[in-house]
Nanobody, 117 residues
Framework: QVQLVESGGALVQPGGSLRLSCAAS????????MGWYRQAPGKQRELVAT???????DYADSVKGRFTISRSNAKNTMYLQMNSLKPEDTAVYYC???????????WGQGTQVTVSS
């Protein structure tokens, strides 16, 4: 089993930047798919960005051009660089991984991002 631990959440002003990290308990080089999701109060959890074992990425329309997902196999860590943050980006951000194409998702515990002046 793989454990995922998110970090990097904080209170930031609109227009600011944050980098979230998702550290895995073992190598991520052969993990099929990893991604970031977020859940705002009173809303459903939604996809933010995903990155496949091939390195290809997908983004929600609301974050395209502002957020960048990446992974470091050497550090067993996935990142989410968030720039030009908006109040509507406020949410708990979760790391998700599918070890294989047919395996159930694994989730981290989440990290809070608050964008406010």
């Amino acid at each position: 089993q793989v454990q995922l631990v998110e970090s990097g959440g904080a209170l930031v002003q609109p227009g600011g930047s944050l980098r979230l990290s998702c550290a895995a308990s073992r190598t991520i080089s052969n993990i099929y798919n990893m991604g970031w999701y977020r859940q705002a109060p009173g809303k459903q959890r939604e996809l933010v960005a995903t990155i496949r074992i091939t390195g290809s990425t997908d983004y929600a329309d609301s974050v395209k051009g502002r957020f960048t997902i990446s992974r470091s196999n050497a550090k067993n860590t996935m990142y989410l660089q968030m720039n030009s943050l908006k109040p509507e980006d406020t949410a708990v951000y979760y790391c998700k991984a599918h070890l294989y194409s047919t395996s159930p998702p694994l989730w981290g515990q989440g990290t809070q991002v608050t964008v406010s002046s």
